[in-house]
């Protein structure tokens, strides 16, 4: 993608922001599993960008609760 990019002469810059959530260890349904990795999303989100966080019972801006 990159390469492509640069020899179309444009700059490609690609970030990701993931939310991760284990089963049984953070919920114990795919509902629950997918709420509490979208959580743990916003929160890298919210706090900076182009991270990984592992789900918490609680999150507070800024910091894992």
Known sequence: STLLSQSMGHKL??????GVACYPTHAGTADALIHKA???MYHVKMNGKNAVCLA????VKGKLG
């Open 38 to 40: 979208d959580a743990a």
């Open 13 to 18: 810059n690609l970030t990701a922001s993931f």
């Open 56 to 59: 918490r019972d609680t999150f």
